[in-house]
């Protein structure tokens, strides 16, 4: 639905895009991450049309964002920028209301009203927006940008602001929207909320650093590792390490009765390693996968860079394979 | 053009003007002033010093020069021809105010939106640069004409009853409806896309309402010049000057267009 193809944005002498390729498909949750600076917001503005790249296309169901085609391609596009933005004078139905006109919603009243209960407003659509709390103004900014319902949500930083009720209630929508076949692209720092809603997640510092599930990105730069709870003996322990060691495992580290270490392949030597464990004298109390956050494989890859080995092409994303 | 988006959004600068009434206070106020002054002059005036209009050699002589031009004059007596021509004159002033007032809306409307941040949603919509830029000047057009034209509607209500009779008959003419429902309203539209242009290119809406207003010059030029005596300007003159607004106004719209950058707005502006 959305194909950004070798896209470069520079402003003057400084290249704030560089290089940028990756696609989002309907039905998909897609999380732009990456340090104050490293173009997310100015990529985001390339998807919405607001911008163009410098090189490179932004294209939506196939439709290059051109000037003859960037108007229309708007209509299908819901934008929720970096401020809410809203008229402070204007209640909150009028601003949405504004808005559906914008977009030519066929019948912009049922619309809005169908928004605000969704959000959760309907008691406020009267009251002037310069009376909201922050977060109620987030929570309207982000309604006003679904107003007209379209195929592609972009959102920055959409839960800035919200209390943690407020945030899930964005967090299921986002959701919904995903059921619904919607494109949506996601730009935050809280890698926290990207890992619970997103599908893939992109980490971009000017150019793209990697991209992936998750999951994926987390095997591919920590590999898969198992944590092993064992009854607490200091003496014990260094034995437990070298066992750990000598049934496959790698980078074995201890703490307090916690083993955390690098294991080849998903759960094939598992078994091995939890034997040597047990004739080496451990009292075994849990075995599990360790899974590192997400914000240890952002914070990984924003100091060493793409690792060797991740799983993007060059054919797939050209940028991404410099 | 879309028509749907520029009501959707001139319906949202005028939901803001309503909640904001002192927004149109300048308006309101200056036509207050083009009520009252021609009144003081024509008629207190010579009350209080008990001199007529018509005994003043000036204005017997600029008078003579213009019952010649202008219509409906001679054919009434010394002082009323006197007062009708004042009133004729004072018209002018009707159609400096809504220019002066809408300035200051208009000087506001572009800048307003970068000031609140408001502007960045607003491009994200399909609306056109053009469509912007008509809404605002609509926008902030048609109250002030609205409030000009219930100001002249009070205007005649009033020379009918306080100045001399077949006074107010000369305001009714071609002359005065060329004015009115012309020139007006294209010397405003064209200061108030001039307006426009130039706050989507300041951060201050003081600098677009100071370099627009230098438009009303021209006008007043105009009141001062035939009250003075120095010309008369009938109504082939003024369509000709009309025909020369609408063509600035045509051109500014399309230089306003031309001046709107995006881009430079969304990067550039803090």
């Not at chain 2, 809404?135 to 409030?147: D, E, G, M, Q, R």
Request: proline content about 5%; some cysteine.
């Amino acid at each position: 639905m959305i194909t950004v193809e070798r896209v470069t944005r520079r402003f003057g002498s400084r290249t704030a895009v560089d290089d940028v390729s990756f696609d989002v498909k309907a039905g998909e949750v897609f999380g732009l991450l990456g340090p104050n600076g490293a173009g997310k917001t100015t990529t985001l503005r390339m998807l919405g049309g607001l911008i163009p790249p410098t090189s490179g296309t932004v294209r939506i169901d196939g439709q290059p964002f051109t000037r003859a085609t960037s108007h229309a391609l708007r209509e299908r596009v819901g934008f929720l920028t970096e401020t809410p933005g809203l008229w402070d004078q204007l209640t909150v139905e009028e601003n949405l209301l504004v808005y559906a006109r914008l977009f030519s919603v066929k019948d912009p009243r049922s619309a809005v009203r169908s928004i605000l209960e969704t959000f959760e407003l309907r008691d406020r659509r009267a009251d002037r927006v310069a009376l909201l709390s922050k977060g109620m103004k987030q929570k309207l900014a982000i309604a006003r940008a679904l107003v007209h319902t379209p195929r592609v949500v972009l959102l920055d930083e959409p839960t800035a602001n919200l209390d943690p009720q407020t945030a899930r209630t964005v967090r299921d929508l986002l959701r919904t929207l995903r059921d619904a076949g919607r494109a949506i692209v996601v730009s935050t720092h809280n890698l926290d909320e990207i890992e619970r809603v997103a599908d893939r997640v992109a980490l971009v510092s000017g150019r793209l650093i990697a991209i992936g599930e998750p999951a994926v990105l987390r095997r591919e730069v920590f590999g898969h590792r198992l944590r092993v709870r064992v009854g607490a003996s200091r003496e014990g322990t260094p034995a437990f390490v070298r066992a750990a060691e000598g049934a496959g495992a790698h980078d074995v580290r201890a703490d307090d009765g916690l083993l955390s270490m690098s294991v080849d392949g998903a759960n094939g030597s598992t078994p091995a390693i939890v034997r040597a464990l047990v004739e080496a004298g451990a009292d075994i109390f849990e075995v599990a996968d360790d899974a590192p956050s997400l914000e240890d494989v952002y914070l990984r890859l924003l100091e060493t860079g793409r690792p060797e080995g991740l799983r993007y092409s060059s054919k797939e994303y050209p940028g991404a394979a410099r | 053009m879309n028509g749907r988006r520029i009501a959707a959004l001139m319906s949202k600068e005028l939901r803001e003007m309503r909640s904001n009434p002192a927004a149109i206070l300048p308006v309101v106020l200056l036509i207050a002033v083009c009520l009252v002054l021609p009144f003081f002059v024509a008629i207190v005036l010579p009350a209080m010093t008990g001199e007529s209009l018509s005994s003043d050699r000036t204005i017997a002589e600029v008078l003579a020069y213009a019952q010649a031009r202008l219509p409906g004059l001679d054919a009434l007596p010394p002082e009323s021809a006197a007062q009708a021509f004042l009133f004729q004159q004072f018209l002018f002033l009707f159609l400096v105010a809504p220019i002066v007032g809408a300035v200051s809306l208009a000087a506001y409307a572009v800048v307003g939106e970068k000031q609140g941040r408001t502007l960045e949603p607003l491009l994200t919509t399909p609306l056109t640069t053009a469509e912007l830029l008509v809404s605002k000047v609509l926008a902030a057009f048609l109250p002030a004409l609205a409030i000009e034209f219930f100001g002249l509607a009070l205007y005649v209500a009033l020379t009918v009853s306080v100045a001399a009779p077949g006074v107010a008959r000369t305001l009714v003419s071609g002359r005065s409806l060329i004015l009115v429902a012309l020139l007006g309203p294209l010397a405003s539209l064209a200061a108030l896309q001039l307006t426009i242009a130039i706050s989507s290119r300041v951060n201050d809406p003081r600098s677009a309402q100071q370099i627009a207003v230098l438009l009303v010059l021209p006008l007043v030029l105009m009141l001062v010049g035939q009250v003075a005596g120095a010309f008369v300007i009938t109504s082939s003159m003024l369509l000709a000057v009309c025909a020369g607004l609408a063509i600035v106004w045509i051109l500014l719209v399309f230089f306003s267009v031309a001046l709107f950058d995006r881009e430079s707005i969304l990067t550039r502006w803090k």
